[in-house]
């Protein structure tokens, strides 16, 4: 019996989710029997070719007929369509991976984290970084405490999309579908990895910041010259206290000229150090106690996490790969019954550092995480 | 009607070309339909399995019986067994896509040569890494003229997994299954990036070397103790003098320690330079001409060689894809009958820039390359 | 007639002072002449050994004996003494150079600046790092708008000389003796360049924190087991808002394992982005308007700041060259009357800046910089 | 007693020495006492000024005078003229220190390396950069055997100032005054660190090339449009064997395009490899046997070579130190009586290999160096 997957959303998100499952045969033969069973969306003819290309053997443009025909749920559409068909799937009993940040609100999160307590079934938020190899390799690193008591976490993810102020309106520039900007859409991740490599967010002191207030609408929906509101940070900084008392800092920013998908962390401990960025995710640079300098490691052996699934050392992974890791321990998860994180409440956890983080830059106080 | 493939090896490369075909649907829609037919191998049961995960119908202990099921024909097997079954498929009229190097010896890959050559059909070997997006973005810098006049090419390529001296023997360590060491499997993808970048190779001093003259044979074929000879070259250098003048540089070795798959190519030219390094083969970088420095370009932009199939800007590539990128174009010249290169002649131009180099090395002087 | 200078303070930035005066007549021969005359010390012997090797005439331990002996002052002790001694000297009518920070707190600051103001003598606040070449150069690039309109400032600056909690106590730990921790000995100088670069500091978030309460009391003045209370920060961060808009990050640890003296500088604006960091300071990375990635140049040629006065392209400078430009600067400008910068208002300008990080972190809200 | 040093040549070389000699007594106080005595040159009037800037005492249009007022004599004119000052200088009994090459042939080299054993005073040929303390610091870890046994040596010296064909002729482009190009003037640098990290050069296959025949006089001599032959070479590279069967290969070229001094040296070893770029000069990359990958050293800790000479860790040393390092020792030795290298013998020792790499190019095969 194969898992029958539904999901919502058939553009990047989607061709990423759809294509991970596709590869699990062939690299993760031990991963359960997954049939792409139903896209969901809107356009009926886009969404038709969409399920022809991905692999899908039904449609709906009903999300409500999607959920009862199958036995998983991916929610993978903008931020403010996450709550209610992931409150419905799990009603249903439906495992749900979200897309992050988890909602477009705190609220809304709470709403979905509820629900899947109630339903004690599996649940994700899609935060595809912690299935980096490398980013596994420095999680194994300080657990098994190589850099000591950790004193400082930095992380800031760049990328300069927005910088041209005629670069166009999209959901991703309102409040209302997305809940917030660079905050939400890439400080979720670099606070999610906080949580897993270091500990809690305690408390936060915020700063966002929209550089262009308007933009042009493009395409079907817009008249020439006609613009719309940027009602979210375009970039945030954030200072931060971590359970166990790390000092952390995180930053975003689309206006970061010349840095596309640049999502860099840095730990020090009282022991060693760590170095990672997205842009080379194949490689973590890693000082511990007997070096001088940061070791840069290739992170392709053979005994490194999930690499034996794939090709010989030297031979280096691209960024989907992370989405078929997550998919193999998701799927998986759902197929044995058993926990999987970071699921739902991680993600309400996340949601919680951010809202603290947007209410702390409107108060200009620290505020903090409850 | 979709192509029927036929290929023989089902290990490293005949994993990494089945991945290859299986992603054609989703990312290359455009490619011509293909059917991974039929899987080639010796030991019956391991064969099942791997067509199995490989997604392979059918299975054939005989190459001949392949051949003729088949519309296309990959030859992955050791280097000493590219010539026959590749001949017998030309004469059958079968394109036939060979691993790298073209054959075990320049004899062989004479014969490979010219029954393509009567053949008239496609032909490919399968120098992979002309397909990096990097690379692709450099041949076009140079063919634009932006480096200008080229007066250096310098490749190498390190790995270490023979430094140590109790590494097992294998096939890859046998003159008469390989033909050569690191000569043939490294330096072949160096010389085939010389000449697709600079151009062809006139003359050529070569320096081979062996560090370890026998190596302990493992599994099933060895007794305790039983060792075997090392007849081929751990390591190579050659020095050469390219066609339009370029000097070059090449060199690899199985004793870099601390390098596992690193192919990195450095050109100079009188208006510009480039580096590219395999271990991060999404990046080039390059000095052009109102510009001081090398520039790190991350070659994942939307109009980048083949990114438009993949994902956004900064979402990296892996060292996979370079054989998607492959297999649709040998694919799609098989489907339309179009040239395709690199081709078998391309093969034998590089094989006879190979025996070159060792037969300086025997012989103390420089060679032509005929 | 040559310029007597008197300098107070020995060790580490009395060599690289002197240092610094001893090169000017080989390299910069249009420097005034000058004199190291008198150096102030309270430990006879020590002093006199250093005059001896530093090459200074004379010495005092009454550093009113020295203001009255010479043409310039530098004052170069410990924080708490820099406010006096500088008053008395520009009371005297003689030009001074102060270590920076300013001074411990920013009372003492305004007196020296109001001291400076009324002596209408050249000062200097001695934010060396102005006079790295390559920060001259992006200083050029940025006023000449090849970055266009600043979004983002960010510094950071990393040591690691206290993550050893047996570290011994110095006066740089005390409260009472250097004002506050790294963020005055590090965070100075990164809110200098941030002024230098982009511009004045408008308001801040701070966050301040010291992780080691207590430190062993090393050598002559300490009993076995005696240990000191750490009344100063570990390591700070900070979030602000610059002049024109910009947002800047800051953030300094003497915790951060692996980094020695290692203050980056990144900034990001409309145009183009520039990344430096102190631990490769001959070298720039630089992204401009027809670049896609950061250029790396070697801030060595000819043309570049001040490096016409050393070698030839590609021979690169160490961190003392900073502090000949630096002296050869303010020399000139005591020599020639004319105007100096940085002077004590703008070291008074960075200890407002201080001042409000450090109230921030109390009151936990932004504060802003009069 | 001071040591009265003679200088020949006052520009790039002389201002390199003369700094360093001035530098001694304020940072290596346990040198001898050295007096810049007399500077030798040509032209009056330019040679005055030299002495004035560098701080000599006396100046002399004869070496012939020079050398009978001298304790040590430093020859750094061009190569045809270091063998008669030096065989003169060593005949009177008079150290000597001869810039590299140590002379325009093998022949001159021989004559001078005969009179430097014949005089049994120390001599030096000036290959500074084994006075990296990187380099010291490799060269320790190699002798210590943390990298086992040597199996590959990389050396490349990457420069660019003749890249344009129209830039002006030189001494060093005569065969008559400089014996070679890249080769003797950066090669010799890179065969002097091959002996110095691993071991003397056995057999050579070298390959030289002038890409520009002819290039434009400049200045007093030259009439407009006139020209003068590039009779040397523009680029060399090398294969080597190294006593104890080290590998090597190496290059060197003033026509690669965005390097200015780039002088790279990599070494392989059974247990360990490391990595050096002179334009990185204060790091060094090392892999050794716990680590995966290089660790990247900055090599200014307090027990690094020389440096407790100068700052706290983390304050870059530049190119110039590299003469005072070696400067120091050489005076060193000159006034104890001690043993110096690398010496005359040395030098001939990189010449004979520099000879036997010009004589294979000539011949096209291998040559060994006797």
Same mark, same amino acid.
């Given at each position: 019996?194969? !898992?029958?997957? @539904? ?42 070719? =969409?399920?022809?290309? !991905?692999?899908?053997?039904?449609? =709906? ?28 799937? !799990? ?38 970084? &912690? ?19 950790? *004193?400082?976490? /930095?992380? /800031? ?42 500990? #809690? ?5 915020? *700063? ?6 308007? &933009? ?8 020439? @010259? ?18 166990? @008392? ?16 640049? *999502? ?25 106690? &007997? ?12 005994? #490194? ?15 989907? *790969? ?45 505020? #903090?995480?409850?």
């Amino acid at each position: 019996m194969s !898992l029958k997957v @539904g999901v919502l959303g058939y553009r990047f998100m989607g061709k990423a989710h759809a294509n991970a499952m596709a590869r699990l045969p062939m690299f993760f033969p031990e991963a359960p029997e997954v049939e792409r069973h139903t896209l969901v969306g809107r356009d009926e003819d886009a969404l038709s070719d =969409a399920a022809d290309r !991905l692999g899908f053997a039904h449609t =709906a443009t009903d999300w409500e007929d999607a959920i009862e025909a199958v036995d998983v749920f991916y929610n993978l559409g903008p931020n403010h369509v996450h709550a209610d068909p992931s409150v419905a799937a !799990l009603e249903a009993g439906v495992p749900v991976l979200s897309e992050k940040p988890l909602a477009e609100d705190l609220e809304s999160a709470e709403r979905m984290a509820a629900a899947a307590d109630d339903a004690g079934v599996p649940t994700a938020t899609a935060f595809n970084y &912690r299935f980096v190899p490398a980013i596994r390799y420095a999680k194994n690193l300080i657990e098994d405490g190589e850099l000591g008591e950790i *004193h400082h976490f /930095r992380g /800031r993810y760049l990328q300069d999309w927005l910088v041209d102020p005629e670069a166009p309106w999209s959901w991703r520039n309102s409040e209302e579908m997305a809940g917030s900007g660079a905050l939400g859409d890439l400080g979720a991740h670099t606070v999610d990895l906080a949580r897993f490599l270091v500990g #809690d967010v305690e408390r936060v002191s915020g *700063h966002l910041r929209t550089f262009v207030e308007q &933009r042009p609408v493009e395409g079907e929906g817009g008249e020439a @010259g006609e613009t719309r509101p940027v009602t979210v940070d375009d970039a945030y900084s954030a200072q931060a206290e971590l359970e166990d @008392g790390a000092m952390a800092t995180f930053e975003a920013s689309r206006f970061a000229n010349g840095h596309k998908n640049d *999502h860099a962390i840095e730990v020090h401990g009282s022991e060693g150090s760590l170095k990672f960025s997205l842009e080379r995710l194949n490689e973590l640079e890693v000082l511990r106690d &007997r070096n001088r300098g940061y070791e840069t490691i290739l992170v392709t052996d053979e005994d #490194d996490p999930y690499v034996d699934h794939w090709w010989p050392p030297g031979h280096v992974l691209g960024w989907e *790969h992370t989405f078929v890791h997550e998919n193999f321990e998701f799927l998986s998860a759902v197929d044995s019954g058993s926990e999987y994180h970071p699921d739902f409440e991680d993600g309400l956890e996340v949601q919680k550092a951010l809202a603290a983080i947007q209410e702390s830059d409107e108060r200009g106080e620290w505020v #903090d995480v409850e």
